[in-house]
């Protein structure tokens, strides 16, 4: 089983920058592919990032294309999201999510592909 945990959402002027962190603990963080998902009240999940195990594959949403960056360190089992850039229309609450590769492959889009969630953290863009 592991846990997803997100930190370093808040609130942040339009065209300023924040930078998600999900920890990662009970599981084999290297063995998972990892997405970044937010949602908006009233709207449906949307993908933003995915990253694979080794962090030498990433996608991105093309809302997000050239703004956002996801990486990795699988030495401190953690996940980041660096958002340049940002946009009132970014406004959601971000979740992590990971999924195992030895049972999953290579997941992008698919939220229903994913095997464990956290619990979100709010991002808010004031224009």
């Known amino acids: 089983q592991v846990q997803l945990v997100e930190s370093g959402g808040g609130l942040v002027q339009a065209g300023g920058s924040l930078r998600l962190s999900c920890a990662a603990s009970?599981?084999?963080?290297?063995?998972?592919?990892m997405g970044w998902f937010r949602q908006a009240p009233g709207n449906e999940r949307e993908f933003v990032a995915a990253?694979?195990?080794?962090?030498?594959?990433?996608y991105y949403a093309d809302s997000v294309k050239g703004r956002f960056t996801i990486s990795r360190d699988n030495a401190k089992n953690t996940v980041y999201l660096q958002m340049n850039s940002l946009k009132p229309e970014d406004t959601a609450g971000y979740y992590c999510?990971?999924?195992?590769?030895?049972?999953?492959?290579?997941?992008?889009?698919?939220?229903?592909?994913?095997?464990?969630w956290g619990q979100g953290t709010q991002v808010t863009v004031s224009s």
């Open positions: 009970g599981g084999t963080f290297s063995s998972y592919n």
């Open positions: 990253i694979s195990w080794s962090g030498g594959t990433t």
């Open positions: 999510a990971a999924a195992d590769l030895r049972t999953r492959g290579w997941v992008v889009r698919a939220s229903e592909r994913y095997d464990y």
